[in-house]
């Protein structure tokens, strides 16, 4: 699954990027620095695989990953082709989720595209664009969807009245995603508006007008989604101490526990509506991501289709129960190892053994 880093163009989307990965993406004060989408593959931060890792004394410890695509900057005309911003759209089509980077920051050396920072306005702005190209596209399905109506397809007629009531809620200037209709009532649309959305901020080193904050964290809060903000620039500095160490005793210093950027990285976690089980031994110890809601062969099919196909059932116990007691013996003499079958919906923490059938 993705995540798409948007915003305007200058608000720091390449740079968070670079920060995030440790890559070396185009970063420069110029609109439309990244053309085509850069797409990297970023660790989640999880204490637990370093607890699991010490228990079974394994050799390997991996962490899930998510992938994280830095988009070009959208402009205001962008659903109408200004700034090539067709193709910066179909880029955000292509995502699961959505990084909003929205600046804060003054800085006279960066140019601002529109002028000042607004952070309302420049929100308003791109949501604007994201609507008018979602309405474009449920148009276009409306007319296509009109011959199936007239021929008396009682499947038509339910489709034309969902993309009625989502026409007239986009037209209203409302993201797909605050209509009232349930995901899975959206997803057959492919609307931009209906991607879950999480906004940041990107601060100056020393913290910005507290009124900023306010106005975003009120926006958010009607959009149904999460804020955080960082300062970008001194994320940059900090993801450039290479010893892990180093850099912890750089975030305490500064009364942090951990860094913006493990922030942001399980916040897109959330956002992208995963959650993280464990598989363990003395080989490997390796964290998995999981759609919340998954059931057990879904998770075993994480790890191979087959164990998918094959899944016969799951020996699982909780992260928690592992670290208070230490050893699979000891969870085993008190009766918390659980052995579930295929309806198992899997929980954040769940350390699995699979079965299966080859």
């Not at 196909?309 to 000891?330: M, P, S, V």
């Amino acid at each position: 699954m993705q995540i798409g880093i948007v915003g305007l163009p200058n608000v720091g989307k390449s740079s968070l990027f670079n920060a995030l990965t440790s890559g070396h993406a185009a970063s420069s004060n110029y609109p439309f620095t990244t053309i085509d989408p850069n797409v990297g593959v970023v660790a989640v931060p999880d204490t637990r695989l370093k607890r699991l890792t010490q228990v079974f004394v394994s050799q390997s410890t991996i962490a899930p990953a998510i992938n994280f695509v830095d988009i070009a900057g959208l402009v205001k005309g962008a659903s109408q082709g200004e700034g090539l911003g067709n193709k910066f759209l179909s880029h955000i089509r292509e995502v699961d989720a959505i990084i909003h980077l929205v600046r804060l920051f003054e800085d006279a050396d960066v140019v601002h595209t529109l002028g000042s920072v607004d952070p309302k306005r420049d929100v308003e702005v791109i949501e604007t664009e994201l609507i008018l190209s979602d309405i474009q596209a449920i148009d276009k399905q409306i007319e296509k969807n009109q011959s199936a109506v007239k021929a008396g397809n009682k499947e038509a007629k339910e489709r034309a009245q969902v993309m009625e009531k989502i026409r007239e809620g986009l037209s209203q200037g409302k993201p797909a995603l605050t209509l009232g209709f349930a995901k899975e009532e959206l997803a057959p649309y492919f609307l931009l508006t209906a991607k879950p959305v999480l906004f940041v901020g990107n601060t100056p080193e020393g913290g910005s007008d507290e009124g900023m904050h306010q106005g975003l964290r009120a926006l958010t809060k009607e959009r149904g989604s999460v804020y955080l903000d960082i300062s970008v620039k001194l994320e940059s500095e900090i993801a450039q101490i290479a010893d892990a160490a180093e850099r912890q005793t750089f975030l305490q210093s500064m009364g942090l526990e951990r860094s913006g950027l493990d922030r942001v990285i399980l916040a897109a976690q959330e956002a992208l509506g995963l959650i993280t089980f464990f598989t363990a031994g003395p080989k490997e110890t390796r964290g998995w991501n999981v759609v919340k809601g998954a059931k057990a062969p879904q998770a075993a099919g994480k790890i191979h289709t087959d164990m998918e196909k094959g899944f016969i059932r799951a020996d699982t116990y909780t992260f928690a129960d592992i670290d208070r007691l230490g050893t699979e013996i000891a969870l085993r003499d008190a009766g918390l190892i659980r052995s579930e079958g295929k309806e198992y919906v899997v929980k954040d923490g769940d350390v699995m053994f699979f079965k299966f059938s080859k």
